[in-house]
């Protein structure tokens, strides 16, 4: 049996021997693709670090709330601002036209209005209270209207970036408004104290894992490495059941069906030969993040106790690839009908799996059908490896999952194989 096996194994070698061509595809392509989209995503974890983004500042305030505004913007290292150009209305049109992605328009008197609305309702708070000033001279004050700073954002500009950007707007004015509270308190009252505590009593920190007192950020490379390399996994799958399409147009299998050697050895052979084609293309994926990300100015790609891990979760990741490969390649009876489908259903599988865009980010119903697909898996065994420092048994439950696809769609193989042959 052993014999057989080796000689099943032995005549795939020669297969792929003879297709110089394709074995260089199958382990090129992965990497060219590897270091185009890891250096196109780089810049989005970087979230523009190093770089400042035109900011146009229409200050019609021209006051101490502005200079505030202006002075806590530049100090963000975020923006680059232009200022003096433009009025509000061509900043607008520059703004929609896509000159420029975001303009801030800070409105006439903010600074006089706003001193004089927190004026007027800390006189009225502490006038109730029974000191400072008579009732007589807070009451007379008429209202003063609340302002409002404008926003023109791009038509095109990512939602979350706009969110996030009134959303830091929305929290520099609370922090300039209550120092003015706290300013008006201490002259209403008139004490000494110094009521103006910048530093907030509660904060956010978040917490990340560390190695020797050192923080694990995760990035671009740590992402596309085990993703793309899990994506050029199961691309064999168009190969292989291309080869097993072959063998039944050339007359190959009626061969194999004739001889005491039965169906399964033949699978196994397969699954061997192409085991192997796997590990290599990881190999190759995890060199090339670790010896050619650099010269790109990519991070690293840090393996450190990782490789181990990361090997047993490829062997079973190939597993899956070649299980669904043989299905496809068994099911079909033409190059035309396994090629196309195959390709198109590993991109499927890589959509719905997290390789393009992460879970989280996909609609309810997207994520549940995601838990089906078995890079969805292989994924998250990676990355519990990568980013959450997990062991061999910490990922025994993703590898059991892609075991039993394999499995399934061998078992699946065999039996539509065998009742073909028997009808």
């Known amino acids: ?40 995503q780089d810049s989005s974890f970087k979230t523009l670090e190093g770089t400042k983004l035109p900011m146009v500042l229409v200050d019609n305030d021209k006051g101490e709330v502005s200079k505030t505004i202006i002075e806590e913007l530049q100090h963000g290292n975020t923006f680059e601002i232009i200022t003096g150009k433009h009025d509000e209305a061509a900043a607008r049109e520059a703004v929609f036209n896509g000159e420029y992605q975001l ?46 700073i404008h926003l023109y954002f791009d038509p095109a500009t990512n939602p979350g970036f706009k969110s996030g950007i009134i959303n830091t707007v929305d929290k520099m004015v609370f922090k300039i408004e209550n120092k003015k ?6 002259e209403e009252l008139g004490t000494g104290e110094e009521l103006d505590n910048t530093k907030n009593f509660i ?37 292989l059941s291309i080869n097993l399409v072959k063998e039944k147009n050339q007359g190959t299998i009626i061969r194999l ?18 085991l192997m084609i796997c590990l290599v293309q990881f190999l190759l994926m995890v060199a090339v993040g670790i010896y050619l990300f650099p010269f790109f100015h990519l991070p690293v ?30 099911l079909a009876d033409t190059q035309e009908q396994s090629a196309p489908f195959g390709a198109t259903s590993v991109v499927i599988l890589a959509a719905i799996g997290g390789i393009w865009v992460p879970v989280f980010m996909m609609p309810e119903f997207m994520q549940t059908i995601s838990k089906f697909s078995p890079m969805n898996w292989g994924l998250n065994a990676y990355y519990d490896i990568i980013l959450r420092n997990a062991s061999i048994s910490g990922v025994l ?18 039996v539509y194989e065998n009742r073909k042959h028997a009808s």
């Open 257 to 274: 069906n004739t001889s005491p050697t039965p169906y399964f050895i033949h699978v196994f052979g397969k699954t061997v030969t192409y």
């Open 301 to 330: 790609f840090e393996i450190d106790g990782k490789l181990l891990p990361m090997l047993f979760v490829t062997f079973f990741a190939g597993l899956a690839a070649i299980g669904f490969g043989v299905l496809l390649g068994t």
């Open 397 to 414: 439950e993703w590898c059991v999952y892609l075991f039993l696809f394999y499995l399934a769609t061998v078992l699946i193989a065999l």
């Open 181 to 186: 509270i706290y300013k008006a308190f201490q």
């Open 203 to 239: 904060t956010f920190k978040e917490m990340v894992p560390k190695k020797a007192d050192k923080e694990i950020l995760p990035n671009s490379v740590q992402h596309n490495v085990p993703a793309w390399a899990l994506f050029a996994i199961f691309f064999i799958v168009v190969p």
């Open 103 to 148: 303009a801030v328009v800070i409105p006439k008197d903010l600074s006089k209005d706003l001193n004089t609305g927190i004026s007027q309702k800390v006189q009225t708070i502490v006038s109730s209270l029974g000191a400072g000033t008579d009732d007589s001279t807070s009451v007379t004050a008429p209202a003063t209207a609340a302002k409002e």
């Open 1 to 40: 049996m052993l014999y057989k096996l080796w000689r099943a194994i032995w005549k795939e070698m020669l297969l792929l021997k003879r297709d110089i061509g394709g074995i260089v595809i199958i382990f090129l392509m992965p990497l060219i693709l590897i270091v185009t989209i890891t250096l196109i």
